[in-house]
């Protein structure tokens, strides 16, 4: 008997360095607080709500080696809502991320699945959105660098890094016969790092993006189809149902000892927006954030964001400011408590003040200014 446990733990020890390289990680995410809102349809508003930093999640992925470098990989992502155990993305089981793929650390990583786009993957780190979430997006994340939807049926390719240098491409397929080009997106990025430097950017174009990212921030109004949009519709009340949505976003970071700093420029274009054919909407967004680590424990953050577009259809050109900060404090390496604010304030165009009408259950303000503040807690695993 001791023979054969010594045969088989000395089996299982020389056996283990050929599966090294494979395994299945399970990690997760859960934050949730308590939001203020001054002015969401008219009331202010008192809400639990999680997914804010971050979307709550846990996940799956994994690695399997193939030999000659070449490996297989997956991930799982499901979002939920840990206030009522509710799921996220609209119901769907794994909606944050569903792909299988391969990966070669000479030829670059091709996956195919539901994943992000191209802006997401390279530009949102160069954002205060994509270094503390949703409340600091640029206005009702009217161009997705919150990552409020992902793309279905996508094939994407991203490049190796070469002198720092990286691209990635994608498309993703509408899926309708006789109709090919359908509900379908494509886009490109890249990016760029050398020490403390890092620049990104990202393009994207989608076609019937009301109807393709029905777990996004959509909010049509377009039955009938009309140019005018009531002032609680918010920024996304002035796009309806577009034909396609287009994309650029471009920016950069850099880090400094306990400091790093960061801009971002995005343009989002709507045509036939509102289901009014003709009618272009367009969006800019320039946006300056820092943050600095007082301790290893306590982090400060704020920045700006000034955002201006047309509507066409109507001749309005409305105009943004916002203001956001943060103080998180780490109470261990997996888990920290945070306090952040914004202060928006509509400047003109006959709009009313939107900083994410998707997450307040009124909506856009019904004046030109909106506050939200926050305090919670996040842990991960």
Do not use: C
Not at 70 to 77: D, M, N, S
Not at 171 to 196: D, E, H, I, M
Not at 342 to 350: D, E, I, N, T, V
């Amino acid at each position: 008997m001791k023979k054969s446990l010594i045969a088989l733990a000395v089996t299982s020890a020389v056996a283990a360095p050929a599966f090294a390289q494979n395994s299945v990680t399970l990690y997760g995410v859960i934050d949730i607080g308590i939001t203020y809102v001054n002015n969401t349809g008219g009331h202010s508003q008192w809400q639990m709500q999680d997914g804010i930093v971050q979307g709550s999640r846990w996940g799956l992925k994994g690695v399997e080696d193939l030999g000659g470098g070449t490996k297989a990989i997956f991930q799982l992502e499901n979002g939920f809502h840990p206030a009522n155990g509710g799921l996220a993305q609209h119901g769907r089981e794994f909606g944050r991320q569903a792909y299988v793929g391969l990966t070669n650390d000479s030829y670059g990583t091709l996956t195919l699945g539901r994943q992000y786009d191209p802006v997401v993957d390279m530009a949102q780190a160069t954002t205060f959105n994509g270094q503390w979430g949703a409340l600091f997006s640029h206005p009702a994340d009217i161009d997705n660098t919150d990552n409020g939807f992902r793309i279905n049926n996508a094939v994407k390719y991203v490049s190796p890094k070469v002198y720092g240098l990286q691209a990635e491409a994608m498309y993703a397929f509408g899926g309708q016969a006789g109709a090919f080009s359908s509900q379908s997106t494509v886009g490109g990025g890249l990016s760029f790092s050398t020490g403390p430097l890092y620049v990104g950017a990202g393009y994207f174009y989608a076609k019937d993006p009301a109807v393709q990212f029905n777990d996004g921030n959509f909010l049509g109004n377009t039955t009938p189809p009309s140019l005018a949009a009531a002032p609680t519709d918010g920024i996304w009340g002035l796009v309806g149902s577009p034909s396609n949505m287009q994309v650029i976003s471009a920016g950069a970071t850099y880090n400094v000892g306990p400091l790093l700093v960061g801009g971002n420029f995005s343009n989002v274009r709507f045509d036939n927006a509102k289901g009014v054919g003709g009618n272009t909407v367009w969006f800019n967004s320039y946006e300056l954030w820092g943050q600095y680590s007082l301790t290893p424990a306590a982090t400060l953050g704020a920045g700006y964001t000034f955002t201006n577009g047309k509507d066409h259809g109507t001749g309005q050109r409305p105009k943004y400011g916002q203001v956001n900060a943060i103080a998180d404090y780490a109470l261990s390496k997996r888990t920290d408590v945070y306090l952040l604010g914004s202060y928006q304030h509509a400047m003109s165009g006959g709009v009313t003040a939107d900083i994410y009408s998707g997450l307040f259950a009124g909506g856009a303000s019904t004046n030109s200014n909106q506050v939200s503040a926050r305090v919670a807690i996040r842990h991960k695993f």
